[in-house]
């Protein structure tokens, strides 16, 4: 087996300040957060930027910027910048950010979708912030647009204008399908960073059997050309990167995906969740990639080569 990269999404556009007190929000709450994570075995940030006034996603570049910098003086990690955004912007909202930043690496979401949060109403009876409850209540009614004209975009602006390479988004086994077809067509070459998502409402469900059903077909897809990686929101977190890496996969934690480090424990740092997965996989026998490692592993331009 190669080494595990371990990626850690720091803050998302899913859970809301009321939900963790530890959610970074800011600016120096994000690079904070992220510098940690990376020190503690996280080989590639992911990255969303939130308003620093009250905790909603923005898509502002300004906003990026303000961490960016601070992260790639400090540690050694991939820079992985959100192109799903947050509810509601539309496609040049969503590419402002890595358009500006030309990063390493942006995520891709391979398929329009429902995306359903509403449940995690039920948790909380008081908001912090009155764009909390309607930013949960929303998803109801909304589908999450990724039209195989916007991903073709998207490979088109940033792989080929910026030198991007993507975390390619599967919330189904459709999206592996999506995938392949434009790899047939020639947009994205190997070696594709595929993750595999399981436990969004609108996507597969966090079944174990889910988790070998996606490997097998993604093995049928893709074969040697790509590299695979899971990531379970909620509770699934950590259950399942331990069956991902037992089974060769490289992993995502992060309080994007899962507020807690354990049952009813609420994580105080996305650092906590890479401290106990590095250990996971360190107590299978396995090895953490380095960044320089999942560089070369994923074919990465370098971190001289970005715009921050």
């Given at each position: 087996?190669?080494?595990?990269?371990?990626?850690?999404?720091?803050?998302?556009?899913?859970?809301?300040?009321?939900?963790?007190?530890?959610?970074?929000?800011?600016?120096?709450?994000?690079?904070?957060?992220?510098?940690?994570?990376?020190?503690?075995?996280?080989?590639?940030?992911?990255?969303?930027?939130?308003?620093?006034?009250?905790?909603?996603?923005?898509?502002?570049?300004?906003?990026?910027?303000?961490?960016?910098?601070?992260?790639?003086?400090?540690?050694?990690?991939?820079?992985?910048?959100?192109?799903?955004?947050?509810?509601?912007?539309?496609?040049?909202?969503?590419?402002?950010?890595?358009?500006?930043?030309?990063?390493?690496?942006?995520?891709?979401?391979?398929?329009?979708?429902?995306?359903?949060?509403?449940?995690?109403?039920?948790?909380?009876?008081?908001?912090?912030?009155?764009?909390?409850?309607?930013?949960?209540?929303?998803?109801?009614?909304?589908?999450?647009?990724?039209?195989?004209?916007?991903?073709?975009?998207?490979?088109?602006?940033?792989?080929?204008?910026?030198?991007?390479?993507?975390?390619?988004?599967?919330?189904?086994?459709?999206?592996?399908?999506?995938?392949?077809?434009?790899?047939?067509?020639?947009?994205?070459?190997?070696?594709?960073?595929?993750?595999?998502?399981?436990?969004?409402?609108?996507?597969?469900?966090?079944?174990?059997?889910?988790?070998?059903?996606?490997?097998?077909?993604?093995?049928?897809?893709?074969?040697?050309?790509?590299?695979?990686?899971?990531l379970a929101a909620g509770r699934h977190q950590m259950s399942f990167v331990t069956m991902g890496a037992m089974m060769g996969g490289n992993?995502?934690?992060?309080?994007?995906?899962?507020?807690?480090?354990?049952?009813?424990?609420?994580?105080?740092?996305?650092?906590?969740?890479?401290?106990?997965?590095?250990?996971?996989?360190?107590?299978?026998?396995?090895?953490?990639?380095?960044?320089?490692?999942?560089?070369?592993?994923?074919?990465?331009?370098?971190?001289?080569?970005?715009?921050?």
């Amino acid at each position: 087996m190669s080494k595990v990269i371990i990626t850690c999404a720091v803050t998302g556009s899913i859970h809301t300040p009321t939900m963790s007190p530890h959610l970074p929000i800011t600016p120096d709450e994000i690079a904070a957060d992220g510098v940690a994570a990376a020190e503690a075995g996280a080989s590639i940030l992911h990255l969303h930027a939130r308003d620093p006034n009250d905790g909603r996603p923005t898509p502002d570049p300004d906003v990026f910027m303000a961490f960016l910098p601070r992260i790639k003086q400090q540690s050694d990690a991939v820079i992985n910048i959100t192109t799903g955004g947050g509810l509601g912007m539309s496609l040049d909202e969503r590419l402002a950010a890595p358009r500006r930043a030309s990063p390493e690496m942006t995520s891709l979401n391979m398929g329009s979708m429902n995306f359903g949060i509403y449940p995690m109403l039920n948790r909380y009876k008081e908001f912090k912030y009155d764009w909390e409850r309607p930013h949960l209540e929303g998803t109801k009614d909304f589908i999450f647009r990724n039209t195989f004209k916007d991903i073709e975009y998207i490979m088109k602006d940033l792989g080929e204008g910026h030198g991007v390479r993507f975390e390619f988004e599967c919330y189904d086994v459709g999206h592996l399908y999506n995938l392949a077809h434009f790899v047939d067509r020639g947009l994205v070459k190997p070696p594709l960073f595929v993750q595999t998502i399981f436990g969004i409402l609108g996507g597969i469900g966090a079944d174990h059997e889910n988790l070998m059903h996606m490997r097998r077909i993604a093995n049928k897809l893709f074969g040697d050309d790509y590299r695979w990686s899971i990531l379970a929101a909620g509770r699934h977190q950590m259950s399942f990167v331990t069956m991902g890496a037992m089974m060769g996969g490289n992993i995502r934690v992060g309080l994007e995906d899962s507020l807690f480090l354990g049952k009813g424990e609420l994580a105080p740092s996305n650092a906590a969740q890479v401290v106990k997965a590095r250990r996971i996989v360190e107590e299978l026998s396995l090895e953490v990639a380095t960044p320089a490692e999942a560089r070369e592993m994923l074919g990465l331009k370098g971190g001289d080569q970005v715009a921050f």
